[in-house]
């Protein structure tokens, strides 16, 4: 008999009641250090005070009105967004799916205005862009797209890492190039800083648009507040979600006004998008994130989270080979299954997250405490060694 709860995921046989900072309590009272922070969304920690009473003040007063109706709590949040970054406007979603639905017709849309069958959309492999018939087909993978054709036309896929293919695969028909600054499901590759920019001269000299997707590298995770500000580059559209909610469900696209030029009313809508609650939330998010105060602290943490891993790596060379990644969004690129690594670390009360390439993700509330990232490499310690026995 099938499950009351579709089974699409192998879940751990673990299940959290509560929260508080970056540990997790099970029913029983055991308590387990958590490094993956929900695949990077909890950004702020479990049960944040902070958040708490914004999301507590917001629901005494007003849930959802819908969006046939002026929204301040999202037009604060957009303008928020707004003046940190490139863009000129912003429309919200729930999840970085959504998200990537709408940068797909945004690009589409912006060139048929144009006049122009500008269809095509370029993607690179080991991307991840969301589940939805839009994202799997721009990826196309066997274990994404197995069994759901047909697939929407208008994608073409490059290597990682293939310049001259990328060149060469740039056409009269390219609407758009997409990418992630930092693939996360891909297994923690960071996009050299000269090629993001060396992207934005090809999208500049052909007229493409440049589509970054920040879903998981946003929002202060890699120590600035958006990863491709490393590069001193900007997007023309950009996604973002996980962490702007810090847990509440919540996603946004970024946008140039040209960009988004062919986006007016009635090309795009969302119930729930932009809703009272999450954007009360994601303000709040925002404005902790944002200070440059708390990015320094990022950088700091992360500075010590790297050299305890690189030395793992050292002690530990039968079971880690590198360590990959940017800010406090880094990967562990494994020798045994990382399913394993995960599951030993089970063993020891440390939550991690597997990715591609046979990577273990570690992805912590961005305001986790020094003497959690102390813990957290001691259990992986203990993980290594269970392993070695």
């Known amino acids: 008999m099938i499950a009351s709860v579709l089974p699409t995921y192998s879940r751990a046989p673990l299940a959290f009641v509560k929260g508080s900072g970056s540990w997790l309590e099970t029913a029983d009272g055991s308590r387990y250090l ?77 060139w048929y205005e144009k006049g122009s069958d500008r269809t095509e ?28 054709g047909p697939l929407l ?5 490059i290597a990682w890492g293939d310049h001259d293919g990328l060149r060469a695969a740039v056409s009269d028909k390219t609407a758009a190039i997409w990418i992630e600054p930092v693939q996360g499901e891909g297994g923690i590759r960071p996009v050299p800083d000269q090629c993001l920019k060396g992207l934005r001269d090809l999208c500049d000299e052909t007229g ?23 590069a001193g580059v900007t997007p023309d559209i950009m996604m973002i979600a996980k962490g702007i909610g810090g847990g509440f469900p919540l996603g946004a696209v970024l946008a140039t006004e040209e960009a988004a030029s062919g986006m007016v009313a009635g090309t795009h809508g969302s119930t729930y998008g932009g809703n009272p609650l999450g954007c009360a939330v994601g303000k709040k998010v925002l404005d902790i994130v944002s200070d440059p105060a708390f990015l320094d602290a990022i950088a700091r943490k992360a500075g010590m989270l790297r050299q305890g891993l690189e030395g793992l790596v050292a002690s530990h060379p039968d079971v880690f080979e590198e360590v990959r990644g940017a800010g406090l969004m880094l990967g562990l690129k494994c020798k045994p299954a990382a399913a394993d690594v ?38 992986l310690e203990a993980t290594a060694a269970s392993l070695k026995g």
Not at 74 to 101: C, H, I, M, P, Y
Not at 125 to 147: D, L
Not at 344 to 363: C, E, I, K, M, S
Request: with cysteine; glycine share 8%; charged share 20%.
């Open 34 to 110: 958590d490094m993956g922070a929900g695949i990077a969304v909890n950004s702020l920690g479990h049960a944040n005070p902070e958040l708490v009473e914004v999301l507590s003040a917001q629901a005494a007063k007003l849930w959802h009105v819908s969006n046939l109706y002026e929204i301040p709590e999202q037009r604060a949040l957009a303008d928020k967004l707004v003046d940190l970054t490139f863009a000129d406007t912003v429309f919200f979603t729930n999840s970085g799916t959504e998200a990537a639905e709408l940068a797909i017709k945004m690009a589409r849309k912006y």
């Open 121 to 148: 959309i370029i993607t690179f492999g080991g991307a991840f862009h969301g589940r939805s018939m839009g994202p799997v087909s721009a990826v196309a993978t066997e274990k994404m797209a197995k069994g759901f």
């Open 208 to 230: 493409t648009l440049l589509i970054f997707d920040e879903v998981q590298c946003g929002v202060g995770r890699t120590g600035k507040l958006f990863a491709h500000e490393w």
């Open 153 to 157: 036309p208008g994608f073409k896929q």
């Open 342 to 379: 995960v599951k030993a670390a089970y063993a020891q009360h440390l939550l991690t997250v597997p990715a591609a390439d046979n990577v273990v993700r570690l992805l912590p509330a961005l305001n986790i405490a020094e003497e959690d990232i102390s813990e957290a490499l001691s259990r």
